[in-house]
């Protein structure tokens, strides 16, 4: 059985740095994406930051670029995102997300196809 948990997450002041961490298991083979989505009440769900964990491939929201990194820990299907230079608007509820789709970065971040964590919130005080 597959499993996608989160851990991170809080409360900071605008300009302040949080680090998310998630960490999957089950996947037989591993997984080939894993990245983080965020929703605010009544919005979509929307990707913030993915990699392809074969070839190491980032895609990042324009909202996140130059703020937000996502990196893999050693061979793990653990992934983490440091939120540097936080803003109010970042605040939202943040989801993990591991898929073994052989489809590309650009269908992961789309949300369709994914085993998804419990959500953890983030928010970010002006």
């Known amino acids: 059985q597959v499993h996608v948990v989160e851990s991170g997450g809080g409360s900071v002041q605008a300009g302040g740095s949080l680090r998310l961490s998630c960490a999957a298991s089950g996947f037989t083979y591993g997984t080939n994406y894993m990245g983080w989505f965020r929703q605010a009440p009544g919005k979509e769900r929307e990707a913030v930051a993915a990699?392809?964990?074969?070839?190491?491939?980032?895609y990042y929201a324009d909202s996140v670029k130059g703020r937000f990194t996502i990196s893999r820990e050693d061979e793990k299907d653990t992934v983490h995102l440091q939120m540097d230079s936080l803003k109010p608007e970042d605040t939202d509820t943040y989801y993990c997300?591991?898929?073994?789709?052989?489809?590309?970065?650009?269908?992961?971040?789309?949300?369709?196809?994914?085993?998804w964590g419990q959500g953890t919130q983030v928010t970010v005080s002006s």
């Open positions: 997300a591991a898929s073994t789709t052989i489809g590309t970065l650009t269908y992961f971040i789309t949300g369709r196809d994914g085993t």
């Open positions: 990699l392809y964990m074969r070839l190491g491939t980032t």
